[in-house]
């Protein structure tokens, strides 16, 4: 491995004060990892302005169990800021443990709908 397998990125949060090195061909932006329950280990890339999650045929992530809603909660991007929101949802949405209506969301956090848990990631 040389200096050319790595390329500098700029940080993209506040939280970040040095430049980080990232692996050529690292995933970059925003993601959910599936963690645990339905879809356990699938990955889903964060690339639209809005991003449902829900049981219906037209959610961009879909989540198969019956204690999902149709339209259980959505990702908002901006492209730095992540906002999630729960569209009404009958079982609720969590974000690290806590029942949310609408959260700024951080790298790391962990997102629980239904019996689906979800780790949002961002760099």
Request: proline share 1%; aromatic share 6%; hydrophobic share 35%.
């Amino acid at each position: 491995m040389n200096r050319a397998d790595f390329h500098w990125v700029r940080p993209t949060t506040k939280s970040r004060i040095a430049y980080t090195m990232r692996r050529n061909g690292q995933r970059q932006g925003a993601w959910l990892d599936i963690i645990a329950g339905h879809g356990y280990g699938q990955t889903h890339t964060l690339d639209q302005h809005t991003s449902i999650i829900g049981r219906a045929d037209d959610a961009d992530i879909q989540v198969g169990e019956y204690a999902v809603s149709r339209r259980h909660a959505m990702i908002l991007t901006n492209g730095r800021a992540h906002l999630i929101r729960d569209l009404g949802s009958t079982n609720g949405t969590r974000v690290n443990g806590l029942h949310v209506v609408e959260k700024l969301l951080r790298d790391g956090d962990t997102i629980e709908i239904g019996g689906t848990a979800f780790q949002f990631r961002l760099t």
